[in-house]
């Protein structure tokens, strides 16, 4: 089961089930995993949804046995790979962490995702049940879109958190650019006699955080969409430069798996494949609720800040969950 909502529409969609297509796919961050949710895509009325009977205690129980760092912990690890950085000399790497939060009898799983809904018009929203698997998320960060008809593929370079009411520092504006210049490299290899399209860096409202955005644009051979979209993933927002060093990286230092969190989520329409990244989510049990957060370091990097950063991400969904 599953219900979703693309960024600025309001309509409500979910899949039929009953088909062998698997329209909406979730691929875990190393693509060692993957959730295919059975069925083509279809609209859904509003009406539809406030009438489930959905009780979180459907939910799987949280046997993981995991405990999250403090903030102790992981100011440390912060300050081993601003090392690892520094002797490298590595542009950015991508650190994230777990936050749990238990203690609570339900979670109201219908307000939440309509509170996602409500709070996240630019952003795309999901909630789903697949087995033992349970997760919602809402996120505006985009890793491609093919245009069936005209061919046309878009993406974005996104990068760089800081709270809306606060100036950008050098910190976050360096942050961005080598997210952009990898995206760049990457589609000028795929665009033929046609120029990459590019706008200029911008100001991305999130909810309560805002990042620097690029946008790209170029003409694609259809043949090609699969390779661009692997090579693209994990951009450098999600992982690090050189990529396949920080997945290494990423892989030794930090504590928990990431699941499905910075991977990618792929959606067949008739016109368009879509394909968001998995950034601000929370994996879901009957007991608990596990927020997954990260944050781009640099030899820059200040721990403080960046722990700060972390807990502001996890109130993206943090804040929109409502628990009994």
Avoid at 140 to 154: A, Q
Avoid at 180 to 209: C, M, P, W
Avoid at 213 to 240: R, W
């Amino acid at each position: 089961m599953i219900y979703f909502k693309f960024p600025f529409d309001e309509k409500l969609y979910s899949t039929d089930e009953n088909s062998e297509i698997n329209s909406v796919v979730f691929h875990s961050f190393n693509n060692d995993k993957k959730i295919e949710i059975s069925g083509k895509i279809i609209e859904k009325n509003q009406s539809d949804f406030n009438s489930l009977q959905l009780n979180s205690q459907i939910l799987a129980d949280d046997d993981t046995q995991f405990m999250a760092e403090s903030k102790e912990e992981y100011l440390q690890k912060l300050q081993d790979v601003i090392e690892i950085i520094k002797e490298n000399n590595l542009p950015k790497l991508v650190l994230s962490r777990r936050k749990i939060v238990d203690g609570f009898k339900e979670i109201d799983l219908k307000s939440s995702f309509d509170n996602l809904c409500k709070n996240y018009p630019n952003a795309f929203k999901y909630f789903f049940i697949h087995g033992e698997s349970s997760w919602i998320g809402g996120f505006s960060e985009v890793l491609g879109k093919f245009n069936k008809s005209t061919h046309e593929f878009e993406t974005m370079s996104i990068a760089g958190t800081i709270p809306v009411s606060e100036e950008w520092t050098e910190k976050e504006i360096e942050e961005q650019k080598p997210v952009s210049a990898f995206i760049r490299t990457i589609l000028q290899k795929y665009s033929g006699t046609d120029s990459v399209e590019e706008s200029e860096t911008y100001d991305h409202i999130s909810g309560n955080i805002k990042h620097l955005k690029t946008d790209f644009k170029i003409k694609i051979n259809p043949e090609n969409l699969d390779s661009i979209i692997q090579e693209l993933h994990p951009t450098p927002a999600v992982c690090g430069i050189p990529k396949d060093f920080c997945a290494e990286i990423i892989e030794k230092v930090e504590k928990f798996p990431r699941e499905l969190y910075a991977g990618y989520i792929r959606i067949e329409t008739d016109d368009y494949i879509q394909y968001f990244v998995n950034l601000r989510c929370a994996r879901l049990y009957k007991n608990s609720v596990h927020l997954f957060v990260g944050g781009g370091i640099t030899a820059q990097s200040s721990p403080e800040k960046e722990w700060k950063e972390t807990e502001l991400k996890s109130e993206a969904v943090l804040k929109n969950l409502v628990f009994k």
